[in-house]
Structures are given as C-alpha cells and as structure tokens.
C-alpha cells in the first residue's frame, strides 16, 4: 500500500519561498506513475498545482507556473515543491499525491497546512 | 483552462435518500472525469474513475455516468458516512482542474 508524508515548514514568510517534501513508501517513485501536488485553501476548494514523473517531466498549472518548481529525489524516494514570492492568498493546506494511469489521483498523503504570515 | 461547474452547491438529505450532483464541463472532456469525497479534516478519496468506473473498495451505492460536457454521481441510498463534500476533476488536459465541490449535509 502506496503511503505519502509531507513534510515542511507550516509558517512562511510573505515574499519567502514555501518548500514542502513529500516521502514516498510502499512504492517505488521511479514506477510508472506521475506524482502531485494539490492544494486547498481554507474553506475553499482543490486546485493542481503540477506533477512530476521519475524522468524529471513535469506540468505545472499555467496560473502558478512562474512560481512553481517540483523536483524529484530518487535515490530517497520522494519529491519536492518550492513555491517563491508566497502571499496570504497561498496559504493552504498542501497535498501531495499519486496519479494513475488517466490523470486520475488515487493516493493521497494526508496534507499539511502552511500558512503566509509575517 | 476547462471549468469543471457543480451543481448544487449544497444538498440537505436524509438516510436512504438517492442523491445525484452534477458536474458540467466547459469543453468537451470525453470520459476523462473523477470524482472524490473528501471528509472534514481529511485528505480527497478516488470514487470515481473514467466517468462511470467504481474504485475498488467503494461501496456499490456510489455510481457516475456521463461523456462529453455532462456528468452525474448518483448515491442510491444515502449511507451516515456520505455526509461529506463531493469533488469532479476532469484529466483531459492541463491543467487539471476541479468543481467547486458539492456539501452533502444531513436534513
């Protein structure tokens, strides 16, 4: 059974960079699966951040791509995401994830919150 | 982007009840649509896949149908542990998008 863990600091400075790490277990990140990033701010709704495959490809959401980076560390089997310039409107709890086959997520770590305060 | 439009927003319904939410795209998405549960506290959980496709381990009272631009998930008899807010994703192309999410409260 595939289980993800984020990890990261859940308070960030305005105009400072969020880093999140998510570990991978039970599974193998090199397998043929793209894994995600998801976030929910509060109260509110999903929105999809982007993905990456083992390879290092990736897709970002048009809307955060100039922020966004989402990197892949084999060797410890997990991933990242680093957002830059955050702002009060970035603060939510963040998913990572594992999407099958059709862009479809059926793994979910359990989420953490981090919130964009001074 | 493709805009995943839910309707209701809401529902208030009792035990047993069927309740259908409706999902509508703004293009054309094929049967690529998932939806997913997602209780207070708690991370999203696959229901639905490809439109109509059970995921194992769900309860047969969940069901989804639909192509194209409109879908639906139907819960034939409202179960205590459905009272959850309801998600449709579409896959068709990035980027993913989701609907505003529909609550099921107990009436």
């Known amino acids: 059974q595939v289980q993800l863990q984020e990890s990261g600091p859940g308070l960030v400075k305005p105009s400072g960079t969020l880093s999140l790490t998510c570990a991978v277990s039970?599974?193998?990140?090199?397998?043929?699966?793209?894994w995600s990033w998801v976030r929910q701010p509060p109260g509110k709704g999903l929105e999809w951040i982007g993905e990456?495959?083992?390879?290092?490809?990736?897709n970002y959401n048009p809307s955060l791509k100039s922020r966004v980076t989402i990197s892949v560390d084999k060797s410890k089997n997990q991933f990242s995401l680093k957002l830059s310039s955050v702002t009060a409107a970035d603060t939510a709890v963040y998913y990572c994830?594992?999407?099958?086959?059709?862009?479809?997520?059926?793994?979910w770590g359990q989420g953490t919150l981090v919130t964009v305060s001074s | 982007d493709i805009q995943m439009t839910q309707s209701p927003s809401s529902v208030s319904a009792s035990v047993g009840d069927r309740v259908t939410i409706t999902c509508r795209a703004s293009q054309g998405i094929s049967s690529w649509l998932a939806w997913y549960q997602q209780k207070p506290g708690k991370a999203p959980k696959l229901l639905i896949y490809?439109?109509?496709s059970l995921q194992s381990g769900v309860p047969s009272r969940f069901s989804g149908s639909g192509s194209g631009t409109d879908f639906t998930l139907t819960i034939s008899s409202l179960q205590p542990e459905d009272f959850a807010t309801y998600y449709c994703?579409?896959?068709?192309?990035?980027?993913?998008?989701f609907g505003g999410g529909t609550k099921v409260e107990i009436k």
């Open positions: 994830a594992r999407v099958a086959v059709a862009g479809i997520v059926n793994y």
């Open positions: 490809a439109a109509s």
């Open positions: 990456i495959y083992h390879s290092g490809s990736t």
């Open positions: 994703q579409q896959a068709n192309s990035f980027p993913r998008t």
């Open positions: 039970g599974g193998s990140i090199s397998s043929s699966n793209w």
